[in-house]
């Protein structure tokens, strides 16, 4: 299983972007996965972002509630978050995770520079 993010880039305070993570190796198994994305920040810990389950069940952190979305096309194997009203706080390295069970597997990660 690989996992390959996407979307990552520099944008201004307010503004948006929308990462991808594209899953490879799972067929049409994908659909059970519960994906999730994380950010690290630097000297911060590593956060759970944002998650969705197989049945489409989502959580996320509060500091991101009402900005972010995540939502999957298990047609094409992929995980999207869409990230709205972007702050300089969201600035870091977004990575993407599958779980199945006691299976957990790390995409590279894609870095997030929001500017003031």
């Known amino acids: 299983v690989q996992l390959q993010a996407f979307g990552g880039g520099l944008v201004q305070a307010g503004g948006s972007l929308r990462l991808s993570c594209a899953v490879s190796g799972t067929g049409s198994i994908f659909r059970f996965y519960t994906m999730g994305w994380y950010r690290h920040a630097p000297g911060k810990q590593r956060e759970l972002v944002a998650q969705?389950?197989?049945?489409?069940?989502?959580k996320y952190a509060d500091s991101v509630k009402g900005r972010f979305t995540i939502y999957r096309d298990n047609a094409k194997n992929t995980v999207y978050l869409q990230m709205n009203s972007l702050k300089p706080d969201d600035t870091a390295v977004y990575s993407c995770?599958?779980?199945?069970?006691?299976?957990?597997?790390w995409g590279q990660g894609t870095l997030v520079t929001v500017s003031s």
């Open positions: 995770r599958a779980d199945a069970g006691s299976i957990g597997v």
């Open positions: 969705i389950s197989s049945d489409g069940t989502t």
